[in-house]
């Protein structure tokens, strides 16, 4: 029976964090007591993508996007809307550029510039129901390219579509299943990476949480394309939900006949497993993934052989990313000419992107490829909060680079960003503001890759260990002239010597860092400055003797007793005693504490 | 040389460990779902428990070993009962997931993998959640929170005492 109301919740891990569950429950309740079971019905969705509003409800049909919503709104909204049909206008989004409420999601300036392929399901549908699923055109795709296409007509497809692969490296998906199809074997696998290791990119996990059967469809075709019969899905263990709704939708799927023998009454069986891994970044790696699905050290090896040739149990292997195989059954479905029409000459689709930092929206976005840095961090992300300003947007995670302002009006794909000396990855944004040091972040990175390096290849074990250690002496603020230089020359010999994609991309970082920030290099090591206030050991705490009020708060949290004063008495700092640990600024009501570097 | 020789117990725990590796058995690779079962089991593990991995899937300890050391997820010493999991991802790392981990330390006088004496809370550092979003973001156990600040840090620990 049709329902008056759909209520969407979502429940993507950000907002389950924020309580979604819970007001979930309590829309429930309320339901029930006023009797509206019939009438409204409640459905928990995967991630939306605008965390930063969550949690997050969407009511149908009349597309009211509430934000913010905690249990005690449930019953406002309830009794007013739903039963009385009107908003509850405290709780809907007001657009920041008119401070006007927005009465439909869909004008909502985050949803606006975004286009949704891969996210198509995340957040309107229920990920544990194959119903749904089914209703939104659900495994159409595997079926018409089971029935009514051959492998050949499926690759034809793929090829025209132009998808490449959306993990990071950006090959072109075809030849990755053409290399494998033509391998002679009878045994051949399907691999996923849902490994999603880069720091700041969530795009896979709000996939597989919001829409797992997408990912099971298009690894079912890839496993029609080249002949295989099973396919692997390794995800990593701190995705416990990702894990349980994977699971289920695959028993779901293998229940339903769409996975196990004879898939549509064809000579076609797919069976798929989940594999959950332990943590280890370099396992983002291909062949260290497939080491450590067959239960091994998860070591990366030379190529060749790829894995197209000898990858799971050396035996031909397809591997591609989740947001890859999500693209899968909109190309079978809509044709690949449809895909190739969208986005670049290069770069054709869609790419999701997770927005973090210091922006005003955080979340997920998807946009068609060609999509300038700006649109995406100011139109979509809204810019930095009040009184900051951008200086730096980090794209590709650790093995990516930083790109600044004067460059945001670059359109993004593949070719482009790596022109700038930063990369696709696999979309993780993250804004920083003045409040960012750049060679601190540098050395963060570098403190990342050297302890994720796996220690077998000499280049990445030793190299990046010898850059980390300039840094961390540049941030002590004991460099030296050379060590810019030093740097460089490590950075570009580990480029060319590691064995795998992560010490051949680790130093991006630092080179790209000091390309466009030379400057914050020169003033830690010339003048002992860290103009952003991040490295402890270039600051010093003062204190403002006007603004003092002489509360002896500080005085009480300093750990080293570096303060002087007492009540009715200024205090001052002791400058010989004094660790920088920072409690004084942090905890004094009246901002008298000051922080100053290089001013000496 | 002499072969390394460890007790290994006949107890409720090492029978359901025993259980599930005849459930798998017959799976190629099984070693890491393993040891993920194991850890589940014993909430560590413990080199006999790593020596009756070895015995029942007919795998050297060396190789056991060499991958339970590999991997951050498994843990050779025993945890407290709450694991905080601070994220160092990039974007908590940005809004100041130092100064949270710093914090902690402060409270429960412990370094980074450490357990407290009273066995209640072992502090750990992660790599990204995935929540980018709320960043600075931490897990105790399977709950996550969100932009986590000095004052949450005091109100989580206070919850965690509560429950004991």
């Given amino acids: 029976m049709a329902h008056r109301m759909n209520v969407l919740v979502c429940s993507g891990a950000s907002c389950i964090s924020n309580n979604s569950l819970k007001v979930k429950e309590a829309l429930l309740a309320e339901i029930e007591r006023l009797d509206l079971k019939r009438e409204i019905k409640v459905i928990e969705t995967g991630c939306m993508g605008p965390c930063q509003l969550g949690p997050v409800l969407l009511v149908y049909p009349d597309e009211t996007l509430y934000k913010k919503v905690q249990v005690a709104d449930v019953r406002e909204i309830v009794e007013q809307h739903f039963l009385k049909g009107r908003p509850v206008e405290r709780l809907m989004y007001k657009s920041p550029l008119t401070d006007e409420l927005v009465h439909k999601s869909r004008d909502v300036d985050y949803f606006k510039k975004q286009y949704k392929i891969v996210l198509a399901n995340c957040g309107s549908i229920d990920p544990e129901s194959l119903d749904e699923y089914i209703a939104v055109g659900g495994y159409e795709a595997l079926g018409k390219a089971l029935t009514e296409m051959n492998p050949d007509s499926v690759l034809d497809e793929i090829k025209i579509s132009g998808l490449r692969g959306r993990g990071g490296g950006g090959f072109p998906t075809h030849l990755k299943w053409m290399f494998t199809k033509n391998e002679k074997s009878k045994e051949k696998y399907v691999i996923c990476n849902a490994d999603e290791g880069d720091p700041g990119a969530f795009m896979d996990r709000s996939v597989i949480e919001g829409d797992p059967h997408t990912l099971i469809e298009g690894m079912a075709i890839a496993g029609y394309v080249v002949g295989a019969s099973k396919g692997y899905i390794y995800v990593r263990a701190e995705y416990p939900l990702a894990i349980e709704r994977l699971e289920k939708a695959i028993a779901q799927a293998k229940e339903t006949g769409f996975l196990g023998e004879n898939i549509f009454q064809t000579d076609f069986s797919f069976d798929l497993e989940v594999r959950v891994g332990a943590g280890a970044f370099v396992c983002g790696e291909e062949t260290a993934l497939i080491h450590s699905i067959e239960g091994k050290r998860g070591t990366p090896r030379p190529r060749p052989p790829y894995p197209s040739a000898s990858g799971v149990w050396g035996k031909p292997t397809v591997l591609n990313n989740v947001e890859t195989y999500a693209n899968v059954r909109h190309i079978i479905l809509n044709g690949g000419a449809w895909m190739a029409k969208i986005g670049t000459e290069t770069s054709k689709g869609t790419k999701v992107f997770a927005l973090s930092g210091t922006i005003k929206n955080t979340g997920l976005a998807e946009v068609p490829m060609g999509t300038t840095i700006r649109e995406l961090i100011y139109d979509i992300g809204g810019g930095a909060p009040e009184g900051h300003e951008i200086k730096a947007v980090q794209l590709g995670g650790p093995s990516g680079g930083c790109v600044t302002p004067e460059y945001f009006d670059t359109p993004i794909d593949y070719e482009s960003l790596t022109a700038l000396g930063a990369m696709m990855g696999s979309g993780g944004v993250i804004a920083m503001d003045e409040t960012a040091c750049m060679v601190n972040t540098a050395k963060f990175f570098l403190d990342f890759t050297c302890f994720e390096s796996c220690g077998k290849c000499v280049p990445c074990r030793v190299g990046l260990k010898q850059m980390y250690g300039i840094l961390d002496k540049i941030t002590k603020g004991e460099g030296e002239e050379e060590d810019i230089e030093a740097l460089e020359t490590l950075g570009k010999t580990i480029k060319a010597t590691a064995l795998c994609g992560l010490g051949q991309t680790a130093p991006n970082p630092v080179l790209s860092t000091i390309k466009f920030f030379r400057h914050e290099y020169e003033e830690h090591i010339f003048e002992k400055k860290c103009r952003a206030l991040v490295c402890k050991d270039l600051i010093s705490y003062e204190i403002n003797k006007d603004a003092c009020k002489a509360c002896t708060l500080c005085a009480q949290k300093c750990p080293v007793d570096a303060i002087k004063g007492e009540r009715g008495v200024v205090h001052e700092i002791q400058q010989e005693k004094c660790i920088s640990c920072g409690n004084c600024y942090d905890v004094c009501p009246f901002g008298a504490v000051m922080r100053l570097s290089g001013e000496n | ?164």
């Avoid at chain 2, 914090?103 to 072992?122: A, I």
Wanted: with cysteine; glycine share 10%.
């Fill in chain 2, 1 to 164: 040389m002499e072969a390394l020789k460890i007790h290994i117990p006949d107890n409720e725990q090492y029978r359901e460990l025993g259980a599930y590796i005849e459930s798998v058995r017959n799976m190629p690779g099984p070693l890491i779902n393993v040891l993920h079962k194991a850890q589940g089991i014993f909430g560590y593990l413990p080199m006999e428990v790593q020596a009756f991995i070895s015995r029942e899937l007919d795998i050297p300890l060396s190789t056991v070993y060499g991958v339970v050391t590999f991997y951050n997820f498994f843990s050779m010493t025993p945890r407290g009962k709450y694991v905080i999991n601070v994220c160092m991802g990039t974007a908590c790392y940005v809004k100041g997931a130092g100064k949270v981990v710093d914090y902690f330390k402060d409270e429960l006088k412990v370094g980074e993998g450490e357990t407290t004496e009273d066995n209640l809370f072992t502090l750990t550092t992660a790599r990204c959640f995935g929540a980018c979003g709320l960043a600075p973001v931490l897990m105790v156990n399977e709950d996550v929170y969100g932009h986590v600040d000095r004052k949450k840090v005091t109100e989580i620990l206070k919850k965690y005492r509560s429950l004991g």
